[in-house]
């Protein structure tokens, strides 16, 4: 069983900074590729970066500039480093990765950024 546990978020003032970890309890070089997604009240879930087992990534155009995901295969942890934040920003944060039988999700960090 495949479970993804997120952390990192909290309440921040615009510019600010957080970095969040997904930490997960297989091996993350096992998947083609982890991602963040996150939905904020009233709004669908978003994809907003994502990185393949080669290290690829590619950004919601919004955050490009400012947020970067990487990952560490030798912890299992996938990260989001999210700069400059903006209140358009808030959210709940989740972690995502699938294989060839389901989508697999974290349980969310709550990330709000105020003006």
């Known amino acids: 069983q495949v479970q993804l546990v997120e952390s990192g978020g909290g309440l921040v003032q615009a510019g600010g900074s957080l970095r969040l970890s997904c930490v997960a309890s297989?091996?993350?070089?096992?998947?083609?590729?982890m991602g963040w997604y996150r939905q904020a009240p009233g709004k669908q879930r978003e994809l907003v970066a994502r990185?393949?087992?080669?290290?690829?990534?590619n950004y919601l155009d919004s955050v490009t500039g400012r947020f970067t995901i990487s990952r560490d295969n030798a912890k299992n942890t996938v990260y989001l480093q999210m700069n400059s934040l903006q209140p358009e920003d808030t959210a709940v944060y989740y972690c995502?990765?699938?294989?060839?039988?389901?989508?697999?999700w974290g349980q969310g960090t709550q990330v709000t950024v105020s003006s």
């Open positions: 990185i393949t087992s080669n290290s690829g990534t």
């Open positions: 995502n990765t699938h294989n060839i039988f389901r989508d697999y």
């Open positions: 297989v091996s993350i070089s096992s998947f083609t590729a």
